[in-house]
């Protein structure tokens, strides 16, 4: 299995015009992307997330400035910093995540293995926890 959670390292080209890195489909990232989304222009005091998915997986990158992602399998927390364009952190599913510290200008983009789906969230802790035992007891 993939993990709750694991940092996912991109290439970076490096040259005098500037520095470049390149997500590939089927070879850096664990699933097929379905979608693509961004966050940006986010206040610094506001708070995202706080839901886990029944079925998706992400992989999650700060392209621009630095956030907080609060990580939560059921049974263990943790926090990493994203603040390198390089480095994703790939989130499976039945992960409760939470963001905030938002720096000026930030842009969180997501790489995620399925479209939009509102009934694949768990917006409730109780019940992403409930989950948590049945799956994994
Ligand atoms: C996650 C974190 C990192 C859509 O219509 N399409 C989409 O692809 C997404 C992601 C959201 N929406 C709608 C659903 C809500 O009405 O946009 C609104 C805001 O979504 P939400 O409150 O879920 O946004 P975040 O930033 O709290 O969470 C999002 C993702 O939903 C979530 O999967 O892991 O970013």
Redesign the pocket.
């Given at each position: 299995p993939e993990g709750f959670v694991r940092e996912i390292r991109l290439p970076q080209i490096h040259d005098p015009r500037g520095d470049l890195t390149f997500v590939e489909g089927g070879n850096h990232i664990p699933f097929d992307i379905r979608?693509v989304?961004y966050?940006y222009n986010v206040p610094v005091d506001a708070e995202?997330?706080?839901?886990a998915?029944k079925e998706?997986e992400?992989v999650?990158f700060a392209l621009s400035g630095s956030f907080r992602?609060k990580i939560d399998d059921g049974h263990t927390q943790s926090e990493y910093w994203l603040r390198d364009p390089r480095k994703g952190l790939y989130?499976n599913r039945l992960v409760w995540?939470e963001?905030d510290s938002f720096s000026q200008g930030a842009v969180?983009m997501?790489l995620?293995s399925q479209?939009?789906d509102?009934s694949d969230?768990y917006r409730s802790y109780d019940a992403f926890l409930a989950a948590t035992r049945s799956n994994r007891a």
């Amino acid at each position: 299995p993939e993990g709750f959670v694991r940092e996912i390292r991109l290439p970076q080209i490096h040259d005098p015009r500037g520095d470049l890195t390149f997500v590939e489909g089927g070879n850096h990232i664990p699933f097929d992307i379905r979608r693509v989304y961004y966050l940006y222009n986010v206040p610094v005091d506001a708070e995202r997330g706080g839901h886990a998915h029944k079925e998706l997986e992400q992989v999650v990158f700060a392209l621009s400035g630095s956030f907080r992602m609060k990580i939560d399998d059921g049974h263990t927390q943790s926090e990493y910093w994203l603040r390198d364009p390089r480095k994703g952190l790939y989130i499976n599913r039945l992960v409760w995540r939470e963001m905030d510290s938002f720096s000026q200008g930030a842009v969180c983009m997501v790489l995620a293995s399925q479209p939009y789906d509102e009934s694949d969230y768990y917006r409730s802790y109780d019940a992403f926890l409930a989950a948590t035992r049945s799956n994994r007891a």
